[in-house]
């Protein structure tokens, strides 16, 4: 069984698909979305817990299929029955909730790590350094951060991993790395908003007590 993030109802939750359960249980996929079609639930319960989307079948034609959240899941196989089905209920139902924390603390990580961010592109923003760089304020600045915390800047990184300039790099980092790299920023949009100026600021972050700081 496959669970996945994906943005259902303006929120991002964990999903499986009629399809997994159809393979897990053993049952057809069509009798599945019958199961669904025909569950017994109020209107707003199926809107907010199921989504009706599509996938290609072997045969390269489009079928109807549905994702699920955990509840949608969980009322779905409830009537399903048989020792299988028992054992695969319990089970999942542990591995679903441990995963669900596991992915809540990514999402409140990232959300966290933009915040840093934009205080970083507010602080450069307020000291005009961003207009003084001609719009390049962030790029330069975050260029300070990665060499401080990795000795490589944005472009060096980008060639090491093998990924163009449209792809996010952060997402390459160890979670150890993104929170190296959130230390710096705040520590630089402090100083930023203290006044002081590029070259004092790179002097600064690029000091080796700063790196063991951010480490």
Not at 134 to 162: P, Q, W
Request: with cysteine; net charge neutral; aromatic share 10%.
């Amino acid at each position: 069984m496959l669970v996945e993030i994906k943005k259902m109802n303006k929120d991002e939750v964990t999903v499986c698909t009629s399809l997994d359960v159809a393979e897990t249980f053993g049952k057809e996929h069509k009798n599945v979305l019958k199961d669904i079609r025909e569950m017994d639930c109020s209107e707003e319960f199926g809107r907010l817990n199921f989504e009706l989307s599509s996938y290609l079948n072997s045969q390269n034609k489009r079928q109807p299929m549905y994702y699920m959240t955990c509840d949608g899941f969980t009322m779905l196989v409830m009537g399903y029955t048989g020792e299988k089905a028992m054992k695969f209920k319990e089970a999942y139902i542990r591995q679903f909730n441990a995963m669900e924390k596991v992915l809540i603390g990514k999402m409140k990580e990232r959300e966290k790590g933009i915040a840093v961010r934009q205080a970083l592109t507010n602080a450069l923003q307020q000291s005009e350094e961003n207009e003084r760089m001609h719009g390049h304020a962030y790029s330069t600045y975050t260029n300070i951060v990665y060499k401080a915390v990795f000795g490589k800047d944005a472009k060096r990184l980008r060639e090491e991993y093998g990924i163009s300039k449209k792809e996010n790099l952060r997402e390459c980092f160890s979670e150890e790395e993104r929170k190296a790299v959130q230390s710096v920023e705040m520590i630089v949009s402090g100083l930023v908003n203290c006044g002081w100026g590029y070259e004092q600021i790179k002097e600064f972050v690029m000091n080796q007590n700063l790196k063991m700081l951010a480490a």
